[in-house]
């Protein structure tokens, strides 16, 4: 059959209208595919990427650009959310000075020594914390073990100014690391000047060993200034 040259362009056109309307419905289709295989695919292709199997052996775009782009900082996010994370020891010391009898509410009463507990009032407000403590190790001494705690210089001073003020009275030590306890209150007999506090802790060594690490723990923050 003869056509004219006008409906010979029409039908060009309506056949070029055809095949266009086909190609869109095609790259939609793929995109609908693409995605739903990314959907399916993307939390078992970054925890496998490395092995190159199940989904990922199947996807049939370009890997090289889309692990760069995508799925390296997806992998690092899960890969930090799914850390255990480490268990952060910190402990507490407090030291306080033995407080003279008081009708008022300033004092609080200590009571130490869980196995032969005897009651001491204490001033309410410690005069050195953990802050204060540059590095504290467990060291041997005679019939068992002391806390030797080092303080940094602010320490220093206050711990001298106080033992030389406050001959035969005590110093009251608490911790909290983990559970809080009375450690010790021993009696001021000298005055320190080295900045050096040792005593005799009411905790086992294991204990003793626990309380230590929390103050090196609290000593490193403290000098990197994030505590």
Known sequence: MNLSKEEAHAAAGFDFLSLSAVFLRLIKAMRRRFFSTLLCCLPISVLTLPMRSGCVATMKFRWPWFNLYLLAPLAVALGAGCKTSEPKEESTLRLHLEATPSRFASNLLAVVDRAHPFPVQV?????????????????????????????????????????????????????????????????????????????????????????????????????????
């Open 123 to 227: 001033e309410k407000e410690p005069f050195l914390y953990e802050n204060n403590v540059a590095s504290a190790k467990v060291v041997d001494a005679r019939g068992g073990f002391e806390i030797e705690v080092q303080l940094d210089q602010k320490g220093s001073w206050l711990l001298e100014q106080y033992t030389t003020a406050n001959k035969t009275r005590r110093i009251v030590v608490f911790s909290m690391f983990g559970q809080p306890r009375w450690l010790a209150a021993p009696v001021i007999t000298r005055r320190i000047s080295d900045g050096n506090f040792s005593f005799t802790p009411d905790a086992t060594r294991e204990e003793a060993e626990r309380i230590v690490r929390g103050l090196n723990r609290v000593a490193k923050l403290v000098d990197t200034g994030r505590r």
